[in-house]
């Protein structure tokens, strides 16, 4: 059974980075795509940031610049490093996993990914 659990949210102040983490077990395939996703309150789940397993990555154009998607794979975990925080930047933040997606599907059709974490609250303050 796939289990995603992200680690590392926080408040902080606009400016400042913070690094989230997905911790992803039994996952056994050999092809994934894995991304992370938003919401904030009152809006729509936003895909932020993708990568799939050769390597290749994407990024919403609101966060082109100051956040950086990567991957330990001896590990096992999913990394979002984010600088350069906005206040718009608040949200709750979900890791994804899919066996099928690719960097050009996976933030467009969130709802049809199939491993999804619990996510963990940034919030970015003026």
């Known amino acids: 059974q796939v289990q995603l659990v992200e680690s590392g949210g926080g408040s902080v102040q606009a400016g400042g980075s913070l690094r989230l983490s997905c911790a992803a077990s039994?996952?056994?395939?050999?092809?994934?795509?894995m991304g992370w996703f938003r919401q904030a309150p009152g809006k729509e789940l936003e895909g932020v940031a993708a990568i799939e397993s050769d390597g290749s990555t994407t990024y919403a154009d609101s966060v082109k610049g100051r956040f950086t998607i990567s991957q330990d794979n001896a590990k096992n975990t999913l990394y979002l490093q984010m600088n350069s925080l906005k206040p718009e930047d608040t949200a709750v933040y979900y890791c994804?996993?899919?066996?099928?997606?690719?960097?050009?599907?996976?933030?467009?059709?969130?709802?049809?990914?199939?491993?999804w974490g619990q996510g963990t609250q940034v919030t970015v303050s003026s």
């Open positions: 994804a996993a899919d066996p099928i997606a690719s960097i050009a599907t996976m933030l467009r059709f969130a709802d049809e990914l199939d491993y």
């Open positions: 039994g996952y056994t395939y050999s092809h994934y795509c």
